[in-house]
């Protein structure tokens, strides 16, 4: 298959990219896209063949469910049993933004889109590419991250070209995604609002808004109620160390795994913050990726799954994360790394 990757304007989308985008999703097709979080696979939500698509093409389990992103509450309602108070809070004070809403669903929902699960998770992107294709194509568009299942999530369309050339029809590239971590994912069946996966909305703001808001704890035993709970994610080649600790401890344990991986002529990749940078730096790792102040957290989260793919790109065979405060967005944060280095964490 051609693949076709256009540069859209990421404010003013041209009409001709958002029809014809539009155009292949009504035909069961798929078309990567811009959000504000990361590049989405995009597929017509309501289409179970055109759903089971993203599966194949990704590489992605069958149980882990799809988001469906809507471009207004009319579709939302359609698309749930019931459209909760709390829902309708959540909405008037995050959406469009990142964050996701789990409900019951309605028979709408192929059962390929909720994993077999009662249950759909919807999203309204703020993105004007992703909202104005929704609108055009006229149905919720199911949009996991475009790149290969597994694999660190799609920042860049560059990203999306190296995972899937050749295997969609369309690539809409409108340059970096802004937030650069997925959504929030909140679960509104269980009694007490809770967090399936961390993302671009905090716990802090959500507990501002409803309360008491809890976070879930996933065993591998169940089926997945939302993306990214159950399986190895946003994983680069390497073999990654997640280390947590005191800066100078980390620093310490980071330049004795620099030393040990080069002499036994392995590459040594260290994904730092800013403030520990300068230091690192001295000891020659073979490539050095700062992802942003400690005191900045959404510039890191922007800049991570950059950083675990360009670890990719140079061939590093071990990698070393300098973990981050985990509250507020550092929270989602610590999630895609620990997912990305298999739970291989290392107090110091």
Same mark, same amino acid.
């Given at each position: 298959?051609?693949?076709?990757?256009?540069?859209?304007?990421?404010?003013?989308?041209?009409?001709?990219?958002?029809?014809?985008?539009?155009?292949?999703?009504?035909?069961?097709?798929?078309?990567?896209?811009?959000?504000?979080? @990361?590049?989405? /696979?995009?597929?017509?939500?309501?289409? =179970?063949?055109?759903?089971?698509?993203?599966?194949?093409?990704?590489?992605?389990?069958? *149980?882990?469910?799809?988001?469906?992103?809507?471009? *207004?509450? *009319?579709?939302?309602?359609?698309?749930?049993?019931?459209?909760?108070?709390? =829902?309708?809070?959540? !909405?008037?004070?995050?959406?469009?933004?990142?964050?996701?809403?789990?409900?019951?669903?309605? %028979?709408?929902?192929?059962?390929?889109?909720?994993?077999?699960?009662?249950? @759909?998770?919807?999203?309204?992107?703020?993105?004007?590419?992703?909202?104005?294709?929704?609108?055009?194509?006229?149905?919720?568009?199911?949009?996991?991250?475009?790149?290969?299942?597994?694999?660190?999530?799609?920042?860049?369309?560059?990203?999306?070209?190296?995972?899937?050339?050749?295997?969609?029809?369309?690539? /809409?590239?409108?340059?970096?995604? !802004?937030? +650069?971590?997925?959504?929030?994912?909140?679960?509104?069946?269980?009694?007490?609002?809770?967090?399936?996966?961390?993302?671009?909305?905090?716990?802090?703001?959500?507990?501002?808004?409803?309360?008491?808001?809890?976070?879930?704890?996933?065993?591998?035993?169940?089926?997945?109620?939302?993306? +990214?709970?159950?399986?190895?994610?946003? !994983?680069?080649?390497? %073999?990654?160390?997640?280390?947590?600790?005191?800066?100078?401890?980390?620093?310490?344990?980071?330049?004795?795994?620099?030393?040990?991986?080069?002499?036994? /002529?392995?590459?040594?990749?260290?994904?730092?913050?800013?403030?520990? =940078?300068?230091?690192?730096?001295?000891?020659?790792?073979?490539?050095?990726?700062?992802?942003?102040?400690?005191?900045?957290? !959404?510039?890191?989260?922007?800049?991570?799954?950059?950083?675990?793919?360009?670890?990719?790109?140079?061939?590093?065979?071990?990698?070393?994360?300098?973990?981050?405060?985990?509250?507020?967005?550092?929270?989602?944060?610590?999630?895609?790394?620990?997912?990305?280095?298999?739970?291989?964490?290392?107090?110091?």
């Amino acid at each position: 298959m051609e693949t076709k990757r256009v540069t859209i304007d990421a404010q003013k989308p041209e009409f001709q990219w958002i029809q014809e985008g539009a155009r292949l999703i009504r035909e069961g097709k798929l078309v990567a896209l811009p959000t504000e979080t @990361v590049y989405g /696979l995009g597929a017509n939500a309501m289409d =179970a063949e055109a759903c089971r698509e993203i599966f194949r093409v990704k590489g992605r389990p069958q *149980d882990n469910p799809l988001i469906a992103h809507i471009s *207004d509450l *009319d579709m939302a309602k359609k698309l749930t049993k019931h459209w909760t108070p709390q =829902a309708a809070l959540c !909405a008037e004070r995050f959406w469009p933004g990142p964050l996701t809403l789990v409900l019951e669903k309605t %028979d709408l929902v192929p059962d390929v889109v909720s994993g077999g699960l009662g249950t @759909v998770g919807i999203r309204m992107p703020k993105h004007p590419v992703a909202l104005q294709l929704i609108q055009e194509a006229g149905v919720p568009i199911a949009a996991p991250s475009a790149n290969l299942s597994g694999k660190p999530s799609p920042t860049k369309g560059s990203h999306v070209w190296k995972d899937l050339n050749g295997k969609i029809p369309l690539i /809409l590239d409108a340059g970096a995604c !802004a937030v +650069g971590v997925e959504s929030t994912v909140l679960d509104l069946t269980e009694e007490v609002p809770t967090i399936l996966r961390p993302g671009g909305i905090t716990k802090e703001q959500l507990e501002e808004v409803l309360g008491e808001v809890a976070v879930d704890h996933p065993s591998e035993l169940q089926a997945p109620k939302a993306p +990214g709970m159950k399986y190895r994610h946003y !994983a680069p080649k390497g %073999d990654l160390t997640l280390l947590i600790g005191e800066r100078t401890k980390v620093i310490s344990k980071m330049v004795e795994e620099i030393r040990k991986g080069q002499s036994r /002529l392995k590459k040594v990749g260290i994904l730092c913050t800013l403030e520990s =940078a300068a230091e690192l730096h001295y000891h020659l790792p073979d490539l050095l990726y700062v992802l942003g102040s400690e005191s900045n957290p !959404a510039e890191v989260a922007g800049n991570l799954y950059e950083g675990l793919r360009l670890c990719d790109e140079q061939g590093m065979d071990i990698i070393l994360a300098e973990g981050v405060s985990d509250k507020g967005l550092g929270f989602a944060i610590m999630n895609r790394l620990i997912k990305a280095s298999g739970q291989k964490v290392l107090r110091v």
